[in-house]
Structures are given as structure tokens and as C-alpha cells.
């Protein structure tokens, strides 16, 4: 990666997450070549949380009703995408707060 600008731009998903990474940046005079300092940045690309969302289709508040939610809208942060995602279901009563 080479450029003659004072600022360096990597694009969106180009790196890696789960990933660290060294950017070296050399500094010459332009007038004298002699004159030049060299310095590095580590950096570490974090994994972003998965993004639950589920959306209500139907709810009817009776107990011969069924009860319809959509999860197809949950994706991973990093790709944006909701494929290869597994999903897991479960249902249960609330007293008092408690978990029952």
C-alpha cells in the first residue's frame, strides 16, 4: 500500500475481524533525502456484536391463539448479512420478574 499522501484510508471491509494489523508509515524531506523517520500503529479489527431483531407478525393474547415472530431481520455486524446464522427459540413464564 503505497501513497504520497499524509493520509492513509482503507475502505470498509477490507480488513479482517478477529484480526490485528501494523500500518508503517516512513516520513522523508522532500528536499533532503537524508532527513526521514519511520514509526508503526498496531491495531486490532474487533468482531461486533450479532444483531437480534425480532419483529411481531401476530399476537393474540388468548391461550388458543398462535404466536408468530420473525427473526429474519437479525444479521452480523461485521458482513451485514443474516447468512450462515442459526436461530434458537425459547419461551418462558415471567412472575414477579422471576424467571419461572
Known amino acids: 500500500m503505497n501513497s504520497k499522501t499524509a493520509e492513509l484510508y482503507i475502505p470498509a ?4 475481524s478477529g484480526n490485528s494489523y501494523t500500518v508503517e508509515l ?12 519511520k ?12 444483531v437480534a431483531v425480532i419483529d411481531k407478525l401476530d399476537i393474540t393474547e388468548s391461550t388458543q ?7 429474519s431481520a437479525s444479521y452480523d455486524s461485521d458482513s451485514g448479512s443474516s447468512t450462515g446464522l442459526d436461530y434458537t427459540w425459547r419461551c418462558y413464564l415471567i412472575v414477579d420478574g422471576e424467571e419461572q
Open 65 to 71: 391463539s398462535v404466536v408468530s415472530l420473525d427473526a
Open 39 to 50: 514509526t508503526q500503529y498496531t491495531f486490532s479489527v474487533v468482531r461486533l456484536p450479532l
Open 13 to 16: 471491509n477490507t480488513l479482517q
Open 26 to 37: 516512513k516520513t522523508r524531506m522532500a528536499g533532503d533525502k537524508s532527513k526521514s523517520m
